[in-house]
């Protein structure tokens, strides 16, 4: 079974950062497509960052470009989230999630078929 578990969540200041960590398991995380999404109370859930099966292709929410960073780490087989100059924008529940579709990788919600159970981001 395919398994994803977020953790590196927690109550930061405005202008502080933090690192989430999306644990795969029974997969390898370089085959699939994986994304961070994001849901604040009241608030459709949002794609933030996203990456391609391989590495080669990101995909970054205009509101995060330039302060957010996705990779995906092979040897512990993690999804990672480097999150810099944290605003209260950024509260939300974080989502790892992970697919197969497509070609390419995608900021839609719709198109992952797995998902983590959230880490939660609070920016005071």
């Known amino acids: 079974d395919v398994q994803l578990v977020e953790s590196g969540g927690g109550s930061v200041q405005t202008g502080g950062s933090l690192r989430l960590s999306c644990a795969a398991s029974?997969?390898?995380?370089?085959?699939?497509?994986m994304g961070w999404f994001r849901q604040a109370p009241g608030k459709e859930r949002e794609g933030v960052a996203v990456?391609?099966?391989?590495?080669?292709?990101?995909y970054y929410a205009d509101s995060v470009k330039g302060r957010f960073t996705i990779s995906k780490n092979s040897a512990n087989n993690t999804l990672d989230l480097q999150m810099l100059s944290l605003n209260t924008d950024d509260t939300a529940m974080y989502y790892c999630?992970?697919?197969?579709?497509?070609?390419?990788?995608?900021?839609?919600?719709?198109?992952?078929?797995?998902w983590g159970q959230g880490t939660q981001v609070t920016v005071s």
């Open positions: 999630a992970a697919t197969l579709r497509g070609p390419y990788c995608s900021s839609v919600e719709g198109r992952y078929t797995f």
């Open positions: 029974g997969y390898a995380v370089s085959n699939y497509h």
């Open positions: 990456i391609s099966r391989f590495g080669g292709m990101e």
